[in-house]
């Protein structure tokens, strides 16, 4: 057997549930007692603050986060604030990065691919902005990307870690973007899934649909665990 994916989806997990997760899987993949694992959930309300630290792009205060119920995390994944929260689909790729796959930019624009693939196949023309990572419809980001890479102890590479942040439901527009300015950029605004076909659309049917796309592009032959939907 070639290259396996192990894949994971919850329907929903805590932010501060889901860091732990994923640096426990980290340091098993580093110690080759784990595959390569794609983790596929929704997170409640959240904010969350990257390496740049831009506190300022918070547009709320304390009190007013705690009213609305929206948990602030500072993180160790690279970029500015963005938001997380129900009728979104997260990805946490932990994956191996070694040999001829040491890229770093090139694992970055290989997870725009899968995003911008994805929708190519509902009908959406997708794509990048030069300056900003991401994937972009037209002028309105549907998908951020941020990430980490932890550098393995034993061998020379790295294992990927956060990942994206792909905006479903219509609506998610205004419920937690209105807070900040997301990933800094004041200019351009966000859109979704469902604003930019008008249908409706299951994040759990989404987390299905979407695994053979990042199989694809990430040359995975095999994948195991648990995929919404795969039972029906």
Known sequence: MGKELHVSYTPMMGYDAAWDLQKSIVKSIDLGEQQDTLLLLQHPPTYTIGSQRHPEHLLLSKEELEEKGIGLFEIDRGGDITYHGPGQLVGYPLLVLEGEGLDLHAYLRNLEQVIINYLKHHGIDAGRKPEYTGVWVGDLKVCAIGVKFNKCRRRRAFVTSHGFAFNIKAGIETQGFSGIIPCGIQEY????????????????????????????????????????????
């Open 189 to 232: 605004g966000v859109t979704s899934l469902e604003g930019c076909t008008g249908k409706t659309f299951i994040v759990e049917q989404v987390a299905e649909e979407i695994v053979p796309f990042f199989a694809e592009v990430f040359r995975y032959e095999a994948v195991a665990g648990t995929v919404p939907g795969s039972a029906r």
